[in-house]
């Protein structure tokens, strides 16, 4: 599907294929880790160093039969991704990632909102729910902006799992976070 965007170059939504899962890590990891990520406002460089993701987790989402891993082209280029998991009556939403330089220009409320359309349409689901980082404010704030509400049900950050970065301080947890679509 084609959305325009606020400087009218077109977003292309198409799911992603294994021949995507190189430029997939490049995208994810460069819009949360490391000093390229501090070109964008989602960055997690202060609160986890190490990898984001790698090979082998993007292809188990887009491999996972009840998952779609969207890939969101703009102007041919590949400028974000998406995970959307099919989860009974809900929808989970994760692995979204903004090139850092195309963050805060509303690209991801576009792609939220394709996202949420995608998985009702597909799923026939009333809600959305993703995780986040409990101490990403910012962030959980941005998403409250798009009517999705804190929960309060926390689980543990995995740490000493390395595929999940390494955390740079101790009172890490991933929040519920739900909306109704």
């Known amino acids: 599907m084609n959305t325009a965007t606020p400087d009218s170059v ?5 799911d992603a294929t294994e021949a995507d899962v190189p430029a997939l890590v490049v995208l994810i990891e460069s819009a949360y880790r490391g000093d390229s990520s501090r070109d964008g ?7 986890l160093q190490g990898q984001r993701t790698d090979e082998q987790g993007v292809r188990d989402v ?3 039969p009840a998952s779609r891993l969207l890939a969101v082209e703009r102007g041919g280029e590949l400028a974000a991704c998406c995970q959307l998991e ?3 009556d ?3 939403f994760g692995m979204f990632a903004v090139r850092p330089g195309l963050q805060g220009g509303g690209l991801g409320k576009l792609i939220i909102a394709e996202a949420e359309r995608t998985a009702k349409e597909s799923w026939g689901v009333g809600e959305m729910h993703m995780t986040v980082i409990s101490v990403r404010d910012d962030l ?4 409250e902006r798009r009517g999705y509400r804190r929960t309060g049900s926390f689980t543990p950050f995995p740490y000493g799992d390395e595929r999940f970065g390494i955390p740079q301080r101790d009172d890490l947890a991933f929040e519920l976070l739900v909306k109704n679509i």
């Not at 077109?10 to 198409?14: A, D, G, I, N, P």
């Not at 406002?41 to 609160?47: F, Q, V």
């Not at 959980?140 to 998403?143: K, L, P, R, S, V």
């Open 140 to 143: 959980i704030a941005w998403y």
């Open 90 to 92: 809900a929808a989970y």
């Open 62 to 64: 887009i491999d996972a």
């Open 86 to 88: 099919h989860r009974g």
């Open 10 to 14: 077109r977003l292309t939504f198409r």
């Open 41 to 47: 406002w989602t960055t997690e460089a202060d609160i």
